[in-house]
């Protein structure tokens, strides 16, 4: 994994992701630890990519696009910025890193019948994407330590499959 002159792939879903950070707000520490499953990272000439695929039910939302969805370009932030492992072991000894000289992410919008590629989003991570990563992952800490309030979305699509019914800002 250290040796940035070869070149490595894993199989779709072969490695799991593990995002952790230490966070403090005054006297309010915080561990967030986010967990998944990357659909497919690499290393090519010392790169490190990852690339999620997705299958939207429309696919018109896509046409005009030129930059991904913002909760989109934060997974693929999330799985770059993670250490991985191929047991799916929550154990952090269980974890590796994979070196690199910079990181790339792809964001691959397919069809869901014919499996072909529509539109795909792809980028470095920049400083500019680094802030965003970290301005997004403190959000969420003072979200959970109660010190924010949550900014509804209002689009009534994202409240329909929401797996929260019972939501106080559900819209119906």
Request: net charge neutral; charged share 35%.
């Amino acid at each position: 994994m250290k040796d940035l002159t070869k070149d490595i792939e894993y199989a779709r879903e072969g490695l799991f992701t593990r995002f952790q950070r230490e966070l403090s707000f005054g006297k309010d520490k915080l561990s967030i630890l986010l967990y998944g499953r990357a659909d497919k990272v690499m290393r090519s000439k010392g790169t490190l990519i990852v690339e999620d695929s997705k299958y939207p039910a429309s696919k018109d939302k896509y046409l005009g696009k030129y930059e991904p969805f913002d909760d989109q370009k934060l997974q693929t932030l999330l799985y770059l910025n993670s250490s991985y492992s191929e047991s799916g072991s929550l154990d952090p000894t269980d974890g590796f890193d994979i070196s690199c000289e910079k990181r790339a992410w792809i964001i691959n919008i397919k069809d869901k019948a014919s499996l072909q590629s529509l539109k795909i989003f792809q980028g470095f991570q920049t400083d500019e994407a680094e802030d965003f990563l970290n301005e997004k992952v403190k959000r969420f800490a003072l979200l959970a330590l109660g010190k924010v309030e949550p900014e509804h979305h209002n689009n009534i699509r994202k409240c329909q499959s929401c797996r929260f019914k019972d939501c106080e800002y559900s819209i119906n």
